[in-house]
Structures are given as structure tokens and as C-alpha cells.
């Protein structure tokens, strides 16, 4: 064995490995880098002596050997959403049981740090990306395909991207929440969306209005609301929608910060859910249980969609020429307290 330094710390080598299991360096390199077609007797010798001996991986000369680390970037565009952190740690967990450890880059809804991350991911060989994307239209994942990092588009479209994507059926998830509005009698429904570059809440309201069109209620612009997808700017717009002359019957809330928004916003306002409004929203946050009267809303499947995205990393591992996945997953509605009959 070689040491390290002129200290007595011992650092053992591949090498040491080999000559106590009686096997060459490239044998052992193989077991430990889990080939499958090392004679099992062999193996078990290799992995006998290497904890015996206290040999431990050298991540960087790995890496480098195979110009990939054992490391997956999580770019997200607002850590501050539950949905987002509940989406990492499915990735997460993925990543853990095969090996691969996750980096978490928060854009802040930002495109420039969304390509200074990307930039990294590829400079640093990372073994796979999850991101969901600043902008439909703006964020570009092309220098990660041709770079050959196995990519993954989780949440949010991107134009022009022909890799894996894992999506909510966002017009569906609309559809659902002004329909169910619809039934309860009401018919003046707000629409709280966010900036028209971010597909979730785009499609979510265009089913909605698909719905009102449907059902002929033909909808009225002045009734479709912008937020920066922030709960306190939701809270701001709500708050003067409601103190307005024309005071809508229900709102149907985007995603999860606007649905907060929005809920601060009816409470401030001294009206009561379902009597006086009723309130949907989206995303089953754990405080959207916790409060009275608690929300109606339409749930996405997250922890499936971080899992699957995970999984698709895993295969690009070993088959990246798979066919490209695009997988479109279904949501959920959650009928709970702050929806009623319109009165």
C-alpha cells in the first residue's frame, strides 16, 4: 500500500486491490464499475479484498475515465414553490438509488442564470439534467444535446426541443377547474394566470376558457388576470379586483404561490368561501388542508413526475438512443371547502 503525504494516513489503491484478490487493475476496475461480465468468483474476490483493504472510489479519476460524473443537475425556476421542492426530492430519491448524487440550481425565474447553469452542467460532464425552464419560448437546452448530457424537461414546454419531457396535461387541469366551477352555478369566473411565457399556466388557462366557450359563456377579457406567479403580487391584483364595483362569483387561481395569493387576498377582504366567493386553485400544498375553509384544487402528480424524469436519466444512462419520451400525466381535482353552489 502507498501513503499519502508525510503523515500516517494510508490511501489505497486500485492496484493494492488487485494484487490482494490476484487479479489485474483493469479486473478490478470493471467489478467496481459493475460490469456484469466478470466471472462471479473473481468478482467476489475483488470486493472482498477492496473492503478488506478500505479502498474507496476516486470520484474525479472515475469521471474523468468516463467523461461523465456521477452527478445530476435539478435547474428549477422558483425553490420557493413547494412544487418545485417536492419535485427535487423525487429526483432525488431516484438518484440515490442509482448511484448519482443531485446538484439543485434555483433560476429565480431568470434566464441568464438559467444559461450560466446550463453552461455548467456541461462544462462540468454532469451524468443527466432536470430543468424546468425560465421561458417556452427564451431558454434554448440545445447546447446540452449536442454536448450529449442526457436532458430531461420537466413542468414547463420548451420550443423546439425534441428530447424527454415529462408534463402535466395543463389544458385538461384547466378544463377540470372551470367546469366544476361551472356546475356549482357560477358564472362570472376570474382567471388568475401567470406571464403568457410560462406554458403551465398558459394552457391551464386556455382549458378554462375552453370550458366557458363550451358551455357558452363566452369569457371576458377584463376577467383574465396576470401575476408574476408570486404570491404577493397575486394578493395585490386580487385585493383590487375585490374591492372593485364588479366583484366576480369565483377565481380560478394558476398555481400554487397565486393560489396563496389569492386566498390572503378573499380573507382580507372580509368575504367568506364558498358563500360569498369561491376560490380553485392548484397544487395540494399542505396548507391548502390546514386552513379554514380549506381549497378546492386541481393536484398534479409531482412526486411521479420527478420519478419518472429521474428514471428517464437513469436509462439515457445505458440506452441513450432510446426513443425520446414525452410523457403527459393527469391531474387531479380535489373538491374541498372554498367551492359551493353560487348563491
Same mark, same amino acid.
Given at each position: 500500500?502507498? /501513503?499519502?503525504?508525510? !503523515?500516517?494516513?494510508?490511501?489505497?489503491?486500485?492496484?493494492?486491490?488487485?494484487?490482494?484478490?490476484?487479479?489485474?487493475?483493469? @479486473?478490478?476496475?470493471?467489478? &467496481?464499475?459493475?460490469?456484469?461480465?466478470?466471472?462471479?468468483?473473481?468478482?467476489?474476490?475483488?470486493?472482498?479484498?477492496?473492503?478488506?483493504?478500505?479502498?474507496? #472510489?476516486?470520484?474525479?479519476?472515475?469521471?474523468?475515465?468516463?467523461?461523465? /460524473?456521477?452527478?445530476?443537475?435539478?435547474?428549477?425556476?422558483?425553490?420557493?414553490?413547494?412544487?418545485? /421542492?417536492?419535485? =427535487?426530492?423525487?429526483?432525488?430519491?431516484?438518484?440515490?438509488?442509482?448511484?448519482?448524487?443531485?446538484?439543485?440550481?434555483? @433560476?429565480?425565474?431568470?434566464?441568464?442564470?438559467?444559461?450560466?447553469?446550463?453552461?455548467? %452542467?456541461?462544462?462540468?460532464?454532469?451524468?443527466?439534467?432536470?430543468?424546468?425552464? @425560465?421561458?417556452?419560448? +427564451?431558454?434554448?437546452?440545445?447546447?446540452?444535446?449536442?454536448? !450529449? =448530457?442526457?436532458?430531461?424537461? =420537466?413542468?414547463?414546454?420548451?420550443? +423546439? $426541443?425534441?428530447?424527454? @419531457?415529462?408534463?402535466?396535461?395543463?389544458?385538461?387541469?384547466?378544463?377540470?377547474?372551470?367546469?366544476?366551477? &361551472?356546475?356549482?352555478?357560477?358564472?362570472?369566473?376570474?382567471?388568475?394566470?401567470?406571464?403568457?411565457?410560462?406554458?403551465?399556466?398558459?394552457?391551464?388557462?386556455?382549458?378554462?376558457?375552453?370550458?366557458?366557450?363550451?358551455?357558452?359563456?363566452?369569457?371576458?377579457?377584463?376577467?383574465?388576470?396576470?401575476?408574476?406567479?408570486? %404570491?404577493?403580487?397575486?394578493?395585490?391584483?386580487?385585493?383590487?379586483?375585490?374591492?372593485?364595483?364588479?366583484?366576480?362569483?369565483?377565481? $380560478?387561481?394558476?398555481?400554487?404561490?397565486?393560489?396563496?395569493?389569492?386566498?390572503?387576498?378573499?380573507?382580507?377582504?372580509?368575504? /367568506?368561501?364558498?358563500?360569498?366567493?369561491?376560490?380553485?386553485?392548484?397544487?395540494?400544498?399542505?396548507?391548502?388542508?390546514?386552513?379554514?375553509?380549506?381549497?378546492?384544487?386541481?393536484?398534479?402528480?409531482?412526486?411521479?413526475? !420527478?420519478?419518472?424524469?429521474?428514471?428517464?436519466?437513469?436509462?439515457?444512462?445505458?440506452?441513450?438512443?432510446? #426513443?425520446?419520451?414525452?410523457?403527459? &400525466?393527469?391531474?387531479?381535482?380535489?373538491?374541498?371547502?372554498?367551492?359551493?353552489?353560487?348563491?
Amino acid at each position: 500500500m502507498s /501513503t499519502s503525504g508525510s !503523515g500516517s494516513r494510508t490511501t489505497v489503491r486500485i492496484t493494492d486491490v488487485a494484487r490482494a484478490a490476484g487479479v489485474s487493475s483493469a @479486473t478490478v476496475s470493471r467489478v &467496481l464499475n459493475g460490469a456484469s461480465t466478470v466471472d462471479p468468483e473473481l468478482a467476489r474476490r475483488v470486493r472482498e479484498a477492496a473492503a478488506e483493504s478500505g479502498y474507496v #472510489p476516486n470520484p474525479n479519476g472515475r469521471a474523468l475515465r468516463r467523461q461523465r /460524473t456521477d452527478v445530476w443537475a435539478a435547474i428549477v425556476s422558483d425553490l420557493q414553490n413547494p412544487f418545485f /421542492t417536492s419535485l =427535487v426530492a423525487a429526483v432525488e430519491h431516484v438518484a440515490v438509488r442509482s448511484g448519482h448524487s443531485v446538484m439543485l440550481c434555483n @433560476t429565480d425565474e431568470q434566464l441568464v442564470r438559467e444559461q450560466g447553469y446550463l453552461a455548467t %452542467a456541461i462544462a462540468q460532464r454532469m451524468a443527466g439534467v432536470v430543468v424546468s425552464v @425560465t421561458s417556452e419560448q +427564451d431558454s434554448d437546452l440545445s447546447a446540452l444535446l449536442a454536448a !450529449g =448530457v442526457p436532458t430531461v424537461a =420537466v413542468d414547463r414546454r420548451v420550443h +423546439d $426541443f425534441p428530447g424527454d @419531457t415529462v408534463l402535466l396535461d395543463n389544458v385538461r387541469a384547466g378544463r377540470m377547474a372551470a367546469q366544476h366551477l &361551472l356546475e356549482l352555478g357560477h358564472r362570472d369566473i376570474v382567471c388568475l394566470a401567470g406571464p403568457s411565457g410560462v406554458s403551465p399556466t398558459e394552457d391551464r388557462l386556455r382549458g378554462a376558457l375552453d370550458a366557458l366557450d363550451e358551455a357558452g359563456f363566452p369569457h371576458d377579457d377584463r376577467r383574465m388576470l396576470r401575476s408574476d406567479l408570486r %404570491a404577493d403580487d397575486a394578493e395585490v391584483i386580487v385585493r383590487e379586483l375585490l374591492a372593485g364595483a364588479h366583484r366576480p362569483d369565483a377565481i $380560478f387561481a394558476t398555481n400554487g404561490p397565486v393560489t396563496a395569493g389569492a386566498y390572503r387576498a378573499i380573507q382580507a377582504s372580509g368575504l /367568506t368561501m364558498p358563500d360569498d366567493i369561491s376560490l380553485v386553485g392548484v397544487d395540494d400544498d399542505r396548507w391548502t388542508q390546514m386552513v379554514r375553509p380549506s381549497v378546492t384544487l386541481v393536484a398534479q402528480p409531482v412526486e411521479e413526475m !420527478g420519478e419518472r424524469a429521474a428514471e428517464q436519466l437513469v436509462l439515457r444512462g445505458t440506452q441513450p438512443d432510446a #426513443p425520446a419520451l414525452h410523457l403527459l &400525466l393527469t391531474p387531479r381535482l380535489l373538491v374541498r371547502e372554498s367551492t359551493g353552489p353560487r348563491r
